[in-house]
């Protein structure tokens, strides 16, 4: 690559830095939802909508921004994200009501997306050869983006002075959660600078000189469609009670008042140690291995964060729900590539594009399970369903594989 003036150090760094810009929204977004249900007068599913509106501007930008990084590059892609995280961030900062809300998260969702559809194919064509292991490193900045941004959440949560009647909590009266929102500027700002003068390679579908039919090929096969629908379960099991997981634990557990990111902070702390290590979990299990794993542990996390009724029992039940979830959205983005080679950025994108779709379901299905039982709970316990799915729909590759010899990574330009 340095023949070619590409710097695979910078753009890697790049590409993580983009990622925590995108997983410290998500952590803060969780953080403030209490306050934005008092400053806007929500209730649980109008709050949950707004808060799942991200997740529509993700799949719509990563379902077109994903086939444009063939044409625009994935420079041009990122300037797109840089743009989106920008304007997005600060409508939601200046928001003066639900609609205004409404359209901040969706197009800080955008950024998302964008951000999502170009660093993917990215790694994935500076590093061929290592796919897994570099997309699980390169997402383990996700769950360490939102320990990031929980902690200076929290941290800034600890020096907010109560509101008037008890209300809104203020910093140097301002809104506490404005400020925070506002922190959300500064790497977004690092990363746009360092891809600005970066030169970026062509795709590797691009470079392989795969034409653009047999990529929307790729698309239509049956086996990709079914890995559509496990990425849809899983990305709905891990993303879910994310968003929800702060105002669960804020609402239902004694002490917790101001505590309860810290549940998501050590969920993504969690998530972000392990994905440091699928390398070496891959060559043992296999990556259908490592989400059949996951599924089962995902499961009974969730099932225990539902019947968690203290502070110990919340963290041990986040510890595993953690390991259950960790490896998902990186290694399903590692199948597709591996299997689907020849569908480039187009099956990476859609793959993110149809989670984040399912996510988009789930965020106000549980603010409405929510409000119907009047247990919040409940709701998480209710996601469980989702990580089974997966165990029955990959424990039937896996025996698919074994048949024909086992696991098989496809390379372009192998036959």
Known sequence: WEAQGIKPGLLFTASCMSLIATAMSFAIRGDIMGDLKTQFMLNDTHLGMAAGAWTWGFALAILFGGPLCDLLGMRRILYLAFAGHAVGFLMTIFATGFGMLFAGTLIGGIGNGMVEAAINPLVATLYPDKKTAKLNLLHAWFPGG???????????????????????????????????????????????????????????????????????????????????????????????????????????????????????????????????????????????GIIMAGSVVAAVGLMLLGMANSMVSAFGAAFVFGMGVCYFWPTMLAITSERFPRGGALLLAMTGAFGNIAVGFTTPAMGKIMDVTGSQQTALQYVAILPVIVLIAFTCIYLNDKAKGGYKAEKLGAE
């Open 146 to 288: 939102i320990v990031l941004g929980g902690l200076i959440a929290y941290g800034l949560s600890q020096v907010a002075a109560p509101g008037p009647a008890g209300g809104i909590p203020l910093i140097g009266g301002t809104p506490a959660w404005q400020i925070k929102m506002a922190i959300l500027l500064i790497p977004v700002a690092i990363y746009g600078i360092l891809i600005f003068p970066a030169k970026f390679p062509v795709t590797e579908r691009v470079a392989a000189g795969v034409s653009n039919r047999e990529m929307f090929r790729e698309a239509l096969r049956p086996f990709y469609l079914f890995l559509l629908l496990c990425m849809m379960c899983t990305a709905s099991t891990e993303l879910g009670p994310n968003q929800w997981i702060t105002n669960i634990m804020q609402r239902t557990i004694e002490g917790m008042a101001t505590a309860g990111i810290l549940v998501l902070v050590f969920i993504n702390l969690v998530m972000a140690v392990g994905r440091c290590f699928a390398g070496p979990l891959e060559r043992k299990l296999s990556p259908t």
